[in-house]
């Protein structure tokens, strides 16, 4: 177990919906990061938060997006989803950006139908 | 641009033997290179990492060696047991705050008992 977890494990949903990915960091972690996980793409980072804000963005779509609250805990908005936004979403935490070790929840499976 | 593979896409060895996981980077500005295992259904586990300024790293029953050179990076598990069995990552990423973590495909070592 390593401390980060997320909700829902799964979630399944229609063409042109809106869902709402939850992520809680381990305790004492400031870095948050999402990413996205399919057959054909492997691992892609998606976006990075510290202590609320935006860090770095990676291969985010613009339907989506993501947000870190005082808490910390963050949540990843996809919206208009498509058949091709099927897949695992992993959300990452860190004591804080850079070479920090990132610690990996168990993800959460979107599959669009 | 840059990226991070994995030459082979599978790895079978017996239970006992030692298994060596290569892995080719082409970013030789990266300070840091990680591996990560994946077993089915869960998220990424960090294993080991080795900063760029260094050739080899021990943890338990692991190896990682790096040759700067050919820019090439490895994982060796000592001792091979059945629960290594999983998709094995390798990932590189610079020192910066807001610098984000880049994987390899991935390749899947199967330990036959």
């Known amino acids: 177990d390593s401390g980060v977890t997320q909700t829902p494990k799964h979630l399944i949903t229609a063409t042109g919906q809106r869902v709402t990915l939850r992520c809680s960091p381990r305790?004492?972690?400031?870095?948050v990061y999402w990413y996205q996980q399919s057959l054909d793409q492997g691992l892609q980072f998606l976006i990075h938060?510290?202590?609320?804000?935006?860090?770095a963005k990676g291969n985010i779509l613009e339907r989506f997006s993501a947000q870190q609250f005082p808490d910390l805990h963050s949540e990843l908005n996809l919206s208009s989803l498509e058949l091709g936004d099927s897949a695992l979403y992993f959300c990452?935490?860190?004591?804080?950006?850079?070479?920090?070790?990132?610690?990996f929840g168990p993800g959460t499976r979107l599959t669009v139908l | 641009g840059e990226s991070v593979g994995l030459h082979l896409p599978t790895l079978s060895v017996q239970e006992g033997d030692n298994s060596i996981i290569n892995c080719a980077y082409s970013?030789?500005?990266?300070?840091?290179f990680i591996w990560y295992k994946q077993e089915s259904g869960k998220g990424p586990q960090f294993i080991i990492d080795?900063?760029?300024?260094?050739d080899k790293r021990q943890g338990q029953r692991v190896t990682v060696l790096l040759n700067k050179t050919v820019k090439h990076l490895s994982l060796q598990i000592a001792a091979t047991q059945p629960g290594d069995s999983a998709v094995y990552f390798c990932?590189?990423?610079?020192?910066?705050?807001?610098?984000?973590?880049?994987f390899g495909k991935g390749i899947t070592l199967s330990v036959r008992p």
């Open positions: 990452a935490s860190s004591v804080a950006g850079g070479r920090h070790t990132q610690y």
């Open positions: 305790s004492g972690d400031l870095s």
């Open positions: 938060y510290y202590n609320g804000e935006e860090r």
């Open positions: 970013n030789s500005a990266s300070d840091y």
């Open positions: 080795i900063r760029s300024n260094m």
């Open positions: 990932a590189e990423i610079k020192a910066g705050a807001n610098s984000k973590l880049t």
